[in-house]
Every structure is written in C-alpha cells, then in structure tokens.
C-alpha cells in the first residue's frame, strides 16, 4: 500500500518525454471505384490507418490530426467496371463511392474526409494540384516526352489501354481466344502487344491497330541520390519489409555483357567498393553505394574495354495516358493534348487535394494544408498493401522532390515532406487468397449483416493479425475464440468496478489510494504503450493490454470490493484503483476499439475529452459520480456464452 494520491509523476514523466509531432496527417490506400470494400482492404489499410489516426489524437489532439481517404476513380479500371455495368462512367461511380464511404463508417473508421478523385468537391482542386506539380517537374527536367506503339480503335477513334484488347494467345500450345494484350491470363504467356494473334476491341469489336502516340515519361533517376540518402536515414525506424526493396532499387547500379567478366574480374579489386550480381540476359550488374563510386568504376571500365550501361530501367515511368476520363495534362502541351494523368501518380498526389477539401469541411482554410504537408515538424502516415509500396516511396518520393527548386537536396520547410509508409503484408482468409470462386471471399458489410459481427470485434482480432509485420490468416474460430475473450474477462474487467461502486459505494468512485504495484505496472504499460503504437506494432501490445486488464480481476479476487465482510480500507482503495486501471484502458484501446470506448465512456460519465495521452495515469476522483452499467462486448451468441457479470 503505497500513499500515492493524485497523478503518479512517472507516468507523467514517461509522457513529457515523448517526441510529438506538431501536426499529423494519416491516408489510407484508395480502393479503386469498382467493388465494395472487402476484408482485405480494411484489413490492410483502412483499420490499422485509423487506429494510427486516433493514436495521433490522443498524442497531438485529434484537431492537429487530418485523416484522408477516397476513392481512386480515375483511369482504366473504373472505366472498364462502368462499361462493363451499362452504366454512365459518373453514375457508377457515385454509387461504388457512396457504398464504401457507408462501410467505412460502419466500420468507425474515422475520416474526416472519404472523398474521391473525380467528385465534384475535389476535382478541380485537384486538377490544379497535379497540373502545378507537372509543370514543376517538366521545369525541373524530370519529365521526357517519348513516342511508343500503342493500340488504337478505328471505330470508336480512341486509343486503348492494354487490357481493352483480346485476342488469341500467341503461345502455340495455348488456344485461349481471349487473352490480354500484353498477357495470357490461361497459360500465363508474356508478350508483346504486337504478337497478339487476332486482336480486337473489347469496345466495339472491331480490329485495333498500333499507332504511334508520344507521353510524358518521369525520370526518378534525376532524385534517386537524393531518395537513396533519405531510405539510408529510414534503417533504423522503417520495417525491412518496406524499405529493403525501395532502398536496393534506388542504389546506383550499372550492368555489362556477361562475355566481359573474366576481364571485370581482373579489375575488380581496383574498383569503388560495390557487390555484384548476375541478371537475365546473361548479364552481369554491379551496386555501388553512391552515385560518384559508380561513375569512378564505369570510366575505369570503359578505359579497359568493357561498356556498361546504368540499370535505372525502373526509373523510367510514363506518366500519362491516353483516355479522357482523368486529370488533363497542362494545356501548353499542345502535342499531348487529349491526355490524361496516369492514374498512379494521380492517386499519390490526391491525398493532398483530399486534406483541402477535409479543411473546406471542417470550416477551415483550405491553405492551411501546408501547415500538415510542408511542415518538417509535422508527420505523414501512408498505410497501403506492400505491394504498392514502390509506387507510395518511390513514384511519390520523386514527385515530391521534383517540385523543390533544388532537387539535389532533402525537402525543407515550405517543400512537400517525405512520408512515412507502413506496408501491409496480403489478408489470406482460411488459409487462402481471398477469392469469389473459393467463397472465402467477404465484404466488409457481409461480416456484420451476414455474419452478425459488431465492428469492434472484427476490428480487435485484425489488429491482432499484425499484418504489417507478416502475411496472416483470418480464421474465424480465432476470431469467436477471441471474442470470447473480450465478452468473458475483458467484459468482466469492465463491468465489476462499475457494478461494486453502485452496489456498494452509492454509485461513486470511494475515497481511497493506489496500490503501488499497480501503480508500477501502469508506468511499464504506458512505457510499452507509446513505444509500440508509435510503429504500430499491435499484436503483442494488445496481449500485454489484457493482462494489465486482468489486474482489475485480480484486485476483486484479492480485496473483495463487492463484499462487505472484508475490510473496508483495503476494499476502498482497490476499487479506487481498479477505476485508475479502467480509466488507462479504456483509453490505451480507444484506437482499437472506439465504439466500445464511448460506451465504456458514457458508463464512466467522463467527459469527450477524456481521449488524450495526458490522461493516462491520472485516476477518476473520489466522489466521481457514475452511470449505469453498459454493455459492452456482447457475448458470442452461437457458442450460448454469457459475460461474466458479478457483484
Ligand atoms: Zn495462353
């Protein structure tokens, strides 16, 4: 028994230490506007985003924090689904839009915009947005026009993106009569659009042929020192899953014939420190560290016979497309008029149009975007599939640094900031890639309309998958053994101090101290807390949270609060600090579970604002008057469970 009264100043102290950013803005990866959202992307992106969203409030406030989605409604794929459906291109969009925007709500994924790229109230914001940055990359000289092949339909006068072509599979052991342009989706063949054997439009059916057409293509080459140094300075905080890929992209490499080895060999040891490889083609690349060594080996190469070439293929992207539904290319191109922005760039570009439109909503100066965008106090959290995560560090890191007017150089104040990127690993449901035709497939609404899941309880037991640090299953015995839990103990651990302080303490928080140990552990937990939310590791913290929870079963196992016959002083102040535990908790799964949280919340008559990490470690007063006893986990009616509930 300690004599701890008021806050315990190591709590507090672990808060004063922590490094908040000034202002924080958090995306998520945009579904595309062709289908519901399923498990996959809210599992993926949108969940663990928003629990990173309301972890920022509770460090910053949540009026520093913009969170920003939309749909990715431009390009090929919504234009296809549209087509496909019979239905005009903006109508079939609105409804995708407006179904996903219910299912994120549903879901309490808290946006402050669910916007899209083509609505009404962002479009010509961003329309200018990505106009401005192409003509700051074209000034900049990362933007080359080149003319390629690309298919055209007579019939209706436009050119075709590569999937609005089928044809017959040039593969000779393959008779598929409806393969893609670039790839047999039967035997898996790769070739080129060329070598498709009886093309034609899936349009109009009549028969394309290859025009030549000229795009803008983006050098990222003209950054990529610059993105090198900024991955080199992410070792420490990145996941390897995200940066070890990008980071071996963007290492200067150069590649030579193979039939020049034994002389490379022979010259090895003079040459810059790098590793080498071998490459298809029989060819043989070399990775140096930087860009100056590799200019050093190829000139020392070069004087012994041996011509190389740099291997940036991957930096080189065309950018533009030739499909009119999307953002126009300025109108000074003149030889690129009637295109559009490709879709990708357009995507990693909208989450900023998308906070000025979340600004104009909250009643606030859209100008202000600059404040969370090119403020080297404040943060960006990108959560997306790691497979997007070339597109969101590289394609992005490029764009960004082009519009700097010294682009040999990392962003300063008044540039657009680096972000930081968490990748998640594909959801595989019952061991398998989700898939219509396997029936493992779900949509977001199917779990809770079909299966009679609360939100929450689907929101838990993904952030336990850790999907950001591995590939997971999502089996639904988990996730009903799981819910047992939170209806059984954790439930428990809710109700008994609300339920003992109306039973036997006039329905008050009772005078009394806190215990030391817990105060302890409380110290330790909050420790675990701030560190593992900050990389949104969740898994382990989350087990570690349920059995800080489990102190307030145990504080009712040992002093009996609920029992008269025990003595009163002990019973006191254990209940006075299982109402410090429940205070903590409810705020640590605040992110996790929000819903849940405001009930809890209401029960504890404590004020909105409660939701802060300053909070944490500060017990309900004696004297606090309560509400009634909530629901809060329901119990999983299939397997005839009841909450505990006792006192
Ligand atoms: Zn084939």
């Known amino acids: ?118 609505r009404p109230e962002c479009f010509p914001i961003h329309a200018k947005l990505c106009q401005d940055i192409l003509r700051q990359l074209r000034d900049h000289g990362l933007l080359e026009k080149r003319s390629s092949r690309q298919w055209f339909d007579p019939k209706v006068q436009r050119f075709l993106p590569d999937r609005f072509v089928r044809g017959r599979c040039p593969n000779p052991k393959c008779e598929n009569e409806d393969a893609y342009s670039d790839e047999c989706d039967r035997c898996g063949h790769q070739h080129s659009p060329e070598d498709l054997i009886r093309p034609r439009s899936t349009i109009s059916d009549a028969t394309p042929e290859m025009r030549e057409t000229v795009h803008w293509f983006l050098d990222m080459s003209k950054v990529s020192e610059t993105m090198r140094e900024w991955l080199e300075g992410k070792k ?101 008029a009637g295109k559009t922005l490709y879709v990708w760039p357009d995507s990693l570009i909208a989450p900023i149009s998308f906070s000025r439109v979340a600004l104009t909503q909250r009643g606030e100066n859209p100008e202000r975007y600059a404040e969370f965008w090119r403020d080297p106090e404040a943060r960006i959290y990108q959560f997306l599939g790691q497979d997007n995560v070339f597109f969101y560090v590289l394609m992005q890191g490029a764009l ?152 307030i079963n145990s504080l009712f196992t040992q002093y009996k609060p609920h029992d008269d016959r025990h003595p009163e002083e002990s019973r006191r102040n254990a209940l006075f600090t299982a109402f410090y535990v429940l205070k903590n908790l409810m705020i640590m799964l605040y992110p996790f579970v929000p819903s849940t949280m405001e009930r809890l919340r209401e029960s504890l008559r404590l004020p909105a604002d409660v939701f802060r990490i300053d909070e944490l470690g500060t017990p309900i007063p004696a004297g606090h008057e309560l509400g009634p006893k909530g629901t809060y986990f329901p119990a999983v009616a299939a397997e005839g469970h009841e909450p505990t509930s006792e006192a």
């Open 1 to 118: 028994m300690g004599d701890h009264r008021g806050p315990p100043s190591d709590v507090a102290s672990v808060l004063s230490n922590l490094k908040r950013p000034r202002r924080a803005v958090v995306t998520a990866g945009m579904p595309y506007a062709n289908g519901p959202l399923h498990l996959g992307h809210l599992a993926g992106a949108h969940v663990p985003a928003d629990i990173h969203a309301r972890w920022m409030g509770l460090l910053i406030g949540r009026e520093n924090v913009l969170f920003v989605c939309g749909t990715d409604e431009h390009g090929s794929t919504s234009e296809l689904s549209a087509l496909k459906a019979g239905k005009p291109i903006r109508e079939f969009v609105d409804t995708i839009h407006d179904q996903q925007a219910k299912t994120l709500q549903r879901y309490s994924v808290g946006l402050d915009t669910y916007t899209g790229t083509s």
């Open 236 to 336: 420490k905080t990145w996941r390897s899953s995200v940066l070890s890929g990008v980071l071996d992209t963007v290492m200067p490499s150069l590649r030579f014939a193979g039939e020049h080895e034994p002389a490379y060999k022979e010259l090895k040891a003079s040459l810059p420190k790098h590793k080498s490889k071998y490459a298809p083609g029989k060819q043989v690349v070399l990775q140096f560290t930087n860009r100056a060594d590799l200019d050093t080996a190829r000139a020392r190469l070069k004087d012994s016979g041996i011509d190389s070439e740099l291997a940036d293929g991957w930096a080189h992207r065309s950018i533009t497309r030739d499909i009119a539904w999307g953002v126009p290319v300025p109108e000074e191109e003149t030889d690129l």
């Open 400 to 551: 960004w640094l082009g519009t700097q007017s010294d682009i040999t150089r990392l962003p300063v104040a008044g540039d657009l900031q680096l972000t930081e990127i968490f990748g998640c690993f594909h959801l595989q449901v019952g061991g398998q890639k989700m898939s219509k035709s396997l029936g493992n497939f779900f949509t977001g609404d199917q779990l809770l309309d079909e299966k009679g899941y609360e939100a929450d309880q689907i929101r838990y037991y993904l952030a336990l998958l850790g999907l950001a640090e591995k590939q997971s299953d999502f089996e639904f015995a988990k996730l009903d053994e799981r819910n047992k839990f939170l209806a059984g103990p954790l439930n428990a651990a809710f109700e008994r101090p609300i339920s003992a302080a109306h039973s036997k303490f006039g329905g008050r928080v009772p005078e009394g101290v806190l215990i030391e140990k817990v105060v302890a552990d409380t110290v330790r937990i909050v420790q675990r807390y701030v560190k593992s939310m900050d990389r949104a590791d969740h898994p382990n913290l989350l087990f570690e949270i349920e059995n800080y929870a489990r102190t």
